[in-house]
């Protein structure tokens, strides 16, 4: 009888619709305009984030930042108090636990929505490779998080033909600057560090609290130094932190700051979920 009632719970997890909340109420579908419109254009910004048992960590970080970046799209927002709402709706209605995925889109048309889908933590180390698109540190979109990811996917794409799970972007300065999908870390003689901002790369969150809390260095690295480091990691909002194995054919050995440091996040995240 107990096996019979958890797998009736599975299925109805899996016939569940999720609900998605578009311009100010929650929908069992989505349609957008075949015609003109920001979707066909990629002209919009959006945000992901991790959420905990219902609980979205860093959202007024998040949210200062789609604004900045719709500011600077020249696109209208919608209020803060209609986004919170969109948030707390949309994560009520679709639960997930313990963890979720958060997204909050908005076009350049005006349109809005927001996503709470399941989550489930990655528990491997990646492989990179570098990635033959060549990033520009002033581009306009160089550190927004804009729906235009043709780069990245491309990126993605390339990289897993060759085997390897993300590629790493360099700029026009042979400089780091990130993965196709999350900022990066890098140890060197016990000590972490990020590329700086200068590198075009996008301002993370979680990229900041590692900095501020955490005691991250931002600098500058070239390329060609990818292979004297001691260790990589990804980071990202919704991933935390992710181990690197492997850069192109060089291994890193060592993986034990990367599982410390990748603990004492988890736990200081748990700690501060009220941000």
């Not at 569940?16 to 990629?42: C, E, H, Q």
């Not at 009520?92 to 927001?114: C, E, H, K, Q, Y």
């Not at 600098?219 to 919704?238: C, I, K, R, Y």
Request: glycine content about 8%.
């Amino acid at each position: 009888m107990g096996r019979d009632r958890v797998k009736g719970e599975e299925v109805d997890r899996a016939n569940k619709v999720m609900k998605i909340y578009f311009n100010n109420s929650l929908r069992d579908d989505l349609a957008l305009p075949a015609t003109g419109g920001g979707w066909l254009l990629g002209d919009g910004a959006f945000e992901s984030l991790r959420t905990y048992s219902g609980r979205a960590f860093a959202l007024e970080r998040h949210l200062d930042r789609l604004e900045q970046t719709l500011n600077e799209l020249k696109i209208v927002a919608p209020s803060r108090a209609q986004l919170v709402q969109g948030v707390e709706e949309t994560i009520a209605a679709n639960p997930a636990s313990p963890f979720g995925r958060l997204r909050i889109t908005v076009l350049g048309d005006g349109n809005w929505m927001v996503t709470h889908i399941e989550y489930k933590p990655e528990d491997r180390f990646l492989k990179l490779c570098l990635s033959p698109i060549k990033r520009y540190s002033l581009d306009l979109t160089s550190g927004m998080k804009t729906i235009s990811y043709q780069a990245s996917a491309v990126a993605l794409r390339q990289a897993a033909s060759k085997g390897f799970d993300d590629a790493i972007f360099i700029n026009e300065q042979g400089e780091v600057m990130e993965s196709a999908l999350a900022n990066l870390l890098w140890l060197k003689d016990g000590q972490w560090f990020t590329p700086d901002l200068n590198s075009g790369c996008l301002p993370g969150v979680i990229r900041a609290l590692l900095v501020e809390n955490f005691g991250v260095i931002q600098a500058p690295l070239l390329v060609e130094d990818l292979e004297n480091v001691d260790g990589l990691a990804l980071t990202s909002s919704v991933r935390e932190i992710v181990g690197v194995q492997a850069f192109e054919s060089h291994l890193y050995s060592n993986s034990q700051p990367i599982d410390t440091l990748t603990s004492s996040f988890h736990s200081w995240i748990l700690g501060n979920l009220e941000q």
